[in-house]
């Protein structure tokens, strides 16, 4: 379908390394215009691109704040080629009119191939082993190594990421206890506990899998910590700021810990290039591991042509089906109308305004579809008019009270 604003003429622009099969989706659609950075942008710079740019394509580093959005006059839609959208300012992308889709399942299993890994080398001491061998030294002894069989993981979010852990883990004899806020079907023999100190306090592991929100917001400090017991072990790779990890430094440096892994940060650094600065530096009991959770070859890969196909999708068609912030709205392509789309804020009588300007003009709509939340909402409309009049609807569509965005797309 030809579209109204030529796709060669959409700029595409891709950070913080986003894999080439991304790059390869757009093309294939006919996005010509695609730029591809290593990194995310410092802030100033940022705010410029985003000017230019009609879509922008994102890793968890980049924070796109309500006012970095604020600069964003052409962007229609964001892609978060990752699982967390915590770096979106969500509600005002939603309130600029611009859908913010992600990849909620391309890297769940890397992440629980790391967890699980992790989990066995910490049971077995094998990061103090390590660093002693690489220091010259040689501890050869059982003392503080267990086998993972019959240890119990406890799993604090047991979301995508978490259940994928649980079930590894069963495979390895664990048994798996969870927590999480929602009522959730237990895989295999895993159990629910009542609460999160009952999982702290039962747990030889506990690994966390929660997204940052408020309510997961240093979730874990010094109290929850001195209620897991004597030798047990923390893996983080879910948010840096779900652990206060001045406290957990403090735990491990006292041995109320054996070990920990964490993959995540509350500081990280901008890009390869710039130093890592923790408190966890140089503890031998801790594996630490750059962010790279879902960094694997294949998770890229998929996440590249998910995240690209939802963007050309929107683009292409006006589907919002599966992003995160706006009203889920998908039509069939009706190939003898023009469609096009309005986005508003959800007040009483909008549908009706836009519906008497069709009736006005006496256009037939082929097809019309609403969506709304609390606070916006989105309408896709096929219609049977010509170039100049689908262009003059638009217009009188745009100037409706409350109008976010309104587009012609074909
Ligand atoms: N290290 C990495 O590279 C990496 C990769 C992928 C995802 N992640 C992080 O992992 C997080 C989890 O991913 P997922 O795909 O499993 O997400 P998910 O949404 O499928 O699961 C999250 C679970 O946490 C639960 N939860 C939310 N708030 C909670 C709370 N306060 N207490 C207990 N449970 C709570 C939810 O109900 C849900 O079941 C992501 O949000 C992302 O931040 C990190
Ligand atoms: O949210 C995610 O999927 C992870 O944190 C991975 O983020 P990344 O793409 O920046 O590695």
Redesign the pocket.
């Known amino acids: 379908m030809q579209t109204s604003y030529p796709r060669q003429d959409i700029k595409v622009l891709l950070l913080e390394g986003v894999s080439a099969s991304a790059v390869e989706v757009f093309h294939r659609a006919g996005y010509s215009q695609v730029e591809l950075h290593a990194k995310s942008l410092p802030e100033d710079e940022l705010k410029a691109r985003i000017g230019e740019a009609h879509i922008i394509g994102i890793r968890s580093r980049t924070q796109l704040t309500a006012e970095v959005l604020a600069q964003a006059k052409r962007l229609i839609a964001v892609g978060c080629f ?3 959208t ?1 770096q979106v300012n969500l509600g005002a992308a939603r309130l600029a009119g611009v859908p913010v889709f992600n990849a ?1 399942y391309s ?2 299993r890397s ?1 629980a191939e790391l967890v699980i890994a992790e989990a066995i080398m910490l049971l077995r001491g094998i990061p103090q082993k390590n660093a002693q061998c690489h220091r010259g030294g040689w501890a050869k002894s059982a003392n503080g190594s267990y086998e993972t069989r019959d240890k119990v993981l406890g799993i ?7 259940t994928q852990v649980g079930v590894l883990a069963e495979s390895l004899g664990m048994r798996v206890i969870f ?4 009522t ?1 079907l237990a895989l295999g023999n895993a159990r629910a506990v009542s609460s999160l100190d009952e999982l702290l306090e039962r747990s030889d592991v506990v690994t966390l ?5 408020p ?2 917001q240093l ?1 874990i400090r010094a109290e929850q910590l001195a209620k897991m017991h004597a030798g047990a072990m923390l893996i983080n ?3 840096g700021s779900v652990v206060d990890i001045e406290a957990l430094a403090t735990a491990l440096r006292e041995g109320k810990l054996a070990g920990a892994a964490v ?2 940060f509350p500081l990280e650094p901008k890009g390869n290039d710039d130093a890592f600065v923790s408190p966890l530096v140089g503890m031998d009991n801790v594996i630490l591991t750059p ?5 694997t070859l294949e998770a890229q890969d998929n996440i590249g042509i998910e995240v690209a196909s939802k963007l050309v999708r929107y683009s292409d068609n006006g589907s919002t089906l599966s992003a995160v912030n706006f009203p889920e709205v998908t039509l069939p392509e009706h190939p003898h109308s023009r469609r096009l789309l309005h986005i508003h804020r959800n007040v009483p009588g909008t549908l009706s305004r836009i519906n008497e300007l069709f009736s006005a003009g006496n256009l037939n709509i082929d097809a019309q579809f609403l969506q709304t939340d609390s606070e916006v909402g989105y309408v896709v409309i096929d219609v049977s008019a010509d170039e100049a009049q689908a262009n003059a609807l638009k217009a009188q569509m745009a100037a409706i009270p409350g109008t976010l965005r309104s587009r012609v797309l074909y």
């Open positions: 990752c699982i967390g915590n909620p890297n769940t992440v604090v979010g047991y979301g995508h990421i978490g927590h999480d806020i929602e959730k899998h929660v997204p940052e929100t309510a997961t979730m790779a879910s948010r993959d995540v962010h790279i959770g879902g960094s």
